[in-house]
């Protein structure tokens, strides 16, 4: 009986779909186990053989655990709102929803194919309006919650009131707004209703403020800085630009050291800890304040510049103030002679990433502003300079230059050729030295002359304290996540205005859902693509969406125009997976009560800094406010690493020609005395002179290539128009293409596609030889023709079960290799090391078909091993066993060492120390037993040829060596 893959993985796919054979339950006397993938986002062009390699990963770990007795939660959705969708829609007028839903159904076929062990039962997707009434529900609670310090967690806005009611805010210990002014309860009763609210945003969680973003013109939105590479928008390569806006912000730094302790909890990747440790960069140090020295005696404005340094014991080595050029003050500041300057340069940062700031270490530019500021000791004047290596959103966005002690500081003034007092006259401040804070010793410093680190640090922050300019403080590099964007596509927030203040729609009224629009662009006024529905009114009597034109602001106000960030709806849905279904609540104290947290995720390393930061921060808060379970989502988390794929490359002779030249062509063309014939042929068909001769690399579909790397020429004429009526140089009739190894991409034309594998091979194949590639967290290359040597062994383990007896008995050797193939999986499985597991499958039947094996008390626990890698062939095998269930309900084999206990051993016996033969004795015969039954063997008696040997030397367990 042929092994008929297609057949056998189509019959289970639909049994698993009709008998929810993997649907979990909320209430079980099972240990719970919840298995996570990261949920995709489902594009047009559909998986590719990169993107199932963590779903496999976690479905075998999911299905290990339901045969070792666990009740598994192994869930899958979509985050369905994105830009993407929107981008599309903008260019064919098509509503992202009806994209959304075609790219959905798309994915669940492919998804389907692969026979992943999901509960679709629970499946979610962001762009659901009944899962993102959920959403906006957590972004009520964060408007309505503050951070008190004292009691270190988020805790009601209305307790927050009350406080301000009895004694005003003095004594207050919050994470709040720098700017907040201190005020009594008296005048906390004396305040206008509207000033009341923008006290209250100055402590909210979620809150309005003006804040620098990232700003694309040509995508009409802000851009978060992971969605900006060198400079321009991942998405289609456009300019970004710093910009101040109004907008929704989350005070997730109010959780930066919870964020940081955290991992010390969860058992994640070291790398994405110190990506997340990196990312909220923790700093010790000191607050100090420098006045602006006004410009004019008669001036009575003041300005104060506030700096955060690790070094304040460096203070008498400041040469100039650098603020960024965003920072508020360089416009109040800059004198009328610098201003033509210095507008010019704050305009030309503007063009730049906070990203490609940071980055850049090599170039120097900046403006001066005119104005000074005095130093809190020495009372000298101290030049105040804008540069872009200052950033605003770092810090206070101010930094005291210390051009001594600080690289780019030294770069900077010895460019504008500032003055360098030197703090560290007749000391070693080589780098070695200066990195040992124990042994710095500070020079040229006032007070704090001849003091080692630890001390000058102490001093200079009591001196600064002690003239009210200073503090000590910690400070994060984190900053408050920027939460609007001028999307449509994506979760309207639940908000309405009333005297230019932000209310929330009761929770009863959710979900608020996306109004129709006629044009997915921002309007003709510069607002989000929402200011272009005519239906987008909120009547606070009625308590529902009505016409903008009945907005009288007395009972119908206007509608918050922007939508949430694309991680929005990610930052709990693993939560949600846990009672999906439920109208009343985000979810139920019963089902969390059982399922508590994710026991496994996997997922990319490049949501380190996204979202799985972010969803730190949700569940922190969600904990806070005794509505999750866990103060971490998850306990264990691995990085899968990249299949990448072998991209190919024509070579087009020069710019602009249609003459294409096979590889090893280009290859004897480097040395063209020899290839001269060649040569001429290049120059006769292209007209370029030999001078002017050069080559370009062009992508090509690897679909036009075969194994051995040559191009089919007709379906390369046939794939775009340019290159319709293309000549070739070739080799005897071939065109070789070069191939390089990159990141499986459509834009690369490398993406394998996992239905053409599944058709030709199998999804058995396929599962277990993405995870014969290597290890789980590594990355490693694609190659179609690999996945032949795993089919042939699917094809040999069906044969090895054309037989079975259920009456044979095992042999000893049958047992020795069931349970070492037992132990080695279990162990590879605990371990994520799936690769190994293959290999050892593949050992397994060769020695089982070696040894002719038939019996059932063997062939039947081998299923079962394999049935989590390749679970459809397995399901087809337990059915001929003669079972009628899944075999996903079958108990993992029990692992039993004694069938690896040697009974014997099998000795090489030696004459003269020359091995001439061996011999398998039982291993608990003493040395007189061996002896005899080796003399007695008769290979000895033909070596020996009657002689009497002079001794015969036995090491039990050993050897047998005869000295003659």
């Known amino acids: 009986m042929n092994y008929d893959f297609q057949k056998i993985e189509e019959k289970w796919q639909k049994y698993w779909k009709k008998n929810e054979t993997f649907k979990a339950s909320n209430n079980s006397d099972k240990p719970k186990f919840y298995a996570l993938s990261m949920?995709?986002?489902?594009?047009?062009?559909?998986?590719?053989?990169?993107?199932?390699?963590?779903?496999?990963?976690?479905?075998?770990?999911?299905?290990?655990?339901?045969?070792?007795?666990?009740?598994?939660?192994?869930?899958?959705?979509?985050?369905?709102?994105?830009?993407?969708?929107?981008?599309?829609?903008?260019?064919?007028?098509?509503?992202?929803?009806?994209?959304?839903e075609t790219n959905i159904k798309r994915y669940r076929e492919q998804l389907d194919q692969l026979g992943f062990?999901?509960?679709?039962?629970?499946?979610?997707?962001?762009?659901?309006?009944?899962?993102?009434?959920?959403?906006?529900?957590?972004?009520?609670?964060?408007?309505?919650?503050?951070?008190?310090?004292?009691?270190?967690?988020?805790?009601?806005?209305?307790?927050?009131?009350?406080?301000?009611?009895?004694?005003?805010?003095?004594?207050?210990?919050?994470?709040?707004?720098?700017?907040?002014?201190?005020?009594?309860?008296?005048?906390?009763?004396?305040?206008?209703?509207?000033?009341?609210?923008?006290?209250?945003?100055?402590?909210?969680?979620?809150?309005?403020a003006d804040t620098e973003v990232n700003w694309c013109p040509a995508l009409g939105t802000v851009l978060a800085n992971d969605e900006i590479v060198n400079g321009v928008s991942e998405r289609g390569g456009h300019p970004v630009i710093r910009k101040k806006m109004t907008q929704w912000s989350m005070r997730i730094t109010a959780y930066a050291q919870r964020l940081l302790d955290g991992l010390n909890t969860v058992d994640w990747p070291q790398p994405l800890k110190d990506s997340q440790t990196n990312w909220i960069g923790r700093s010790e140090g000191a607050s100090a304040i420098f006045n602006v020295i006004p410009r004019e005696q008669s001036d009575e404005e003041s300005h104060q510049i506030e700096v955060f340094t690790t070094r304040p014991d460096t203070i008498f080595g400041v040469s100039f103030m650098a603020l960024a050029p965003e920072h508020e003050l360089v416009s109040q500041i800059t004198t009328p002679e610098q201003k033509e300057a210095v507008e010019a340069y704050v305009e030309a940062t503007a063009k730049r990433s906070e990203r490609d700031r940071m980055a850049d270490v090599k170039t120097i530019s900046g403006a001066f502003t005119g104005a000074y500021a005095e130093h809190p000791f020495t009372k000298?004047?101290?030049?105040?300079?804008?540069?872009?290596?200052?950033?605003?959103?770092?810090?206070?966005?101010?930094?005291?230059?210390?051009?001594?002690?600080?690289?780019?500081?030294?770069?900077?003034?010895?460019?504008?050729?500032?003055?360098?007092?030197?703090?560290?006259?007749?000391?070693?401040?080589?780098?070695e030295a200066f990195a040992d804070k124990e042994k710095t010793i500070i020079a040229n410093s006032d007070f704090l002359n001849g003091l080692p680190y630890k001390k000058a640090v102490k001093r200079a922050i009591f001196e600064l304290e002690r003239l009210g300019q200073g503090e000590g403080k910690i400070n994060y590099r984190l900053r408050d996540a920027v939460f609007s964007r001028q999307r449509y596509w994506g979760e309207p927030f639940p908000v309405y205005y009333v005297d230019g203040m932000p209310q929330m729609i009761a929770d009863e009224h959710l979900p608020l859902e996306l109004p129709e629009v006629e044009k997915y662009l921002p309007t003709e006024t510069g607002e989000p693509p929402l200011g272009n529905a005519t239906v987008w009114a909120w009547d606070t009597e009625q308590c529902t969406v009505v016409n903008n034109e009945l907005i009288n602001h007395k009972t119908v106000f206007p509608l918050e125009l922007n939508t949430m960030p694309g991680w929005a709806g990610s930052s709990q849905y693993f939560n949600r997976y846990m009672d999906p279904h439920n109208k009343e609540a985000i979810y139920s104290q019963d089902a969390v009560d059982y399922w508590e947290d994710v026991d496994l995720y996997i997922g990319g390393s490049e949501h380190a800094t996204g979202h799985l930061l972010y969803s730190r921060f949700w569940q922190k808060f969600l904990f806070d406010r005794g509505i999750a379970p866990k103060d971490e989502f998850a306990k264990k988390l691995i990085n899968q690493g990249m299949i990448t794929g072998t991209s190919a490359f024509v070579y087009r002779v020069a710019q602009r020609t249609d003459v294409f030249v096979s590889k090893g062509i280009i290859e004897k063309y480097l040395d063209i005395n020899t290839n001269k014939e060649a040569f001429k042929l290049i120059q006769s068909l292209s007209g370029v002179s030999v001078e002017e001769l050069s080559f370009d690399e062009i992508r090509v579909d690897v679909d036009f290539v075969n194994s051995s790397d040559e191009l089919d020429i007709s379906k390369f004429r046939n794939w775009q128009p340019e290159f319709k009526h293309a000549k070739f140089i070739d080799e005897n009739g071939i065109v070789k293409v070069s191939r390089e190894i990159e990141k499986m991409s459509k834009s690369k034309y490398n993406v394998v596609n996992p239905d053409a594998i599944c058709e030709e091979y199998g999804a058995d194949s396929l599962r277990l030889y993405e995870m014969f590639l290597g290890p789980l967290e590594q990355s490693k290359p694609w190659n179609t023709a690999g996945i032949t040597g795993v089919h042939s062994f699917l094809k040999k383990l069906w044969k090895l079960y054309s037989a079975i007896d259920e009456g044979s008995e095992p042999s000893a050797e049958n047992l020795k290799t069931l349970h070492k193939t037992i132990k080695k999986v279990e162990e590879d499985i605990e371990n994520f090391s799936f690769n190994t597991s293959v290999s050892t499958f593949m050992i397994c039947v060769n020695e089982l078909t070696a040894q002719k094996c038939t019996s059932k008390a063997i062939l039947e626990p081998l299923a079962i091993l394999v049935s989590p890698y390749a679970p459809h062939i397995s399901e087809e095998l337990w059915e001929r066993l003669g079972y009628s269930t899944s075999i996903a309900e079958a108990p993992f084999p029990i692992f039993e060492e004694k069938h690896l206990v040697e009974s014997s051993k099998e000795y090489p016996i030696s004459f003269n120390g020359k091995m001439r033969f061996t011999m398998e004795l039982p291993l608990d015969l003493d040395k007189d037993a061996i002896e005899v039954a080796v003399m007695a063997h008769e290979k000895t008696q033909a070596q020996l040829q009657g002689r009497t040997p002079k001794k015969v030397i036995v090491v039990p367990g050993k050897i047998v060596n005869i000295v003659g």
């Open 39 to 100: 949920f995709p986002y489902p594009s047009g062009a559909g998986l590719h053989v990169g993107h199932p390699l963590g779903y496999i990963a976690t479905d075998i770990y999911a299905r290990y655990k339901k045969h070792k007795g666990f009740n598994v939660l192994h869930p899958m959705g979509y985050d369905s709102f994105g830009l993407p969708a929107e981008q599309y829609a903008i260019q064919t007028g098509q509503h992202p929803a009806i994209t959304t």
């Open 117 to 208: 062990s999901f509960d679709w039962n629970r499946e979610v997707r962001t762009s659901d309006p009944k899962y993102y009434k959920w959403t906006q529900w957590v972004f009520i609670q964060l408007f309505n919650s503050w951070y008190n310090k004292d009691t270190d967690k988020a805790e009601s806005i209305s307790d927050l009131i009350s406080i301000f009611e009895k004694e005003g805010n003095a004594a207050v210990h919050a994470a709040c707004d720098d700017d907040t002014l201190t005020f009594s309860a008296e005048d906390w009763t004396n305040f206008s209703e509207k000033t009341k609210q923008e006290l209250l945003l100055k402590y909210r969680l979620t809150y309005l």
């Open 380 to 431: 000298e004047p101290i030049p105040i300079w804008i540069g872009d290596y200052v950033l605003a959103g770092y810090g206070t966005g101010a930094v005291m230059s210390v051009p001594c002690g600080d690289q780019r500081d030294y770069d900077f003034a010895k460019h504008f050729k500032i003055l360098i007092p030197n703090i560290f006259e007749g000391i070693d401040i080589s780098e």
